[in-house]
């Protein structure tokens, strides 16, 4: 497991793994989540999202699912959720 201070520092390193899955919160400083998964996916990084916000909307799950955000979890996460949406994508990414 890696942790990224932001993503800044996320887009910084230059040595991301080739398998697992990428969990990013919507609201960061500087760009949000969506902005993040953009600019991964121009770099050519295809590692699943799963995308944490506090608010669900139509609108944030159509923009997510054409960043190629595999799943939008909603916080409060309830127990097990975020484990069980990891194992989701990395099922169907095998």
Not at 24 to 37: C, E, F, K, S, V
Not at 43 to 61: A, E, F
């Amino acid at each position: 497991m890696r942790l990224y201070d932001g993503a800044p520092a996320l887009l910084a390193d230059a040595c991301l793994p080739v398998r697992g899955c990428l969990v990013i919160d919507y609201r960061m400083p500087i760009m949000d989540g969506l902005q993040l998964t953009d600019q991964l996916r121009a770099r050519k990084v295809s590692l699943p999202v799963i995308l944490i916000t506090g608010r669900v909307s139509d609108d944030l799950r159509r923009r997510a699912a054409r960043s190629g955000v595999r799943q939008v979890l909603e916080k409060p996460l309830s127990d097990g959720a975020l484990v069980e949406g990891i194992r989701s994508v990395l099922a169907t990414a095998a």
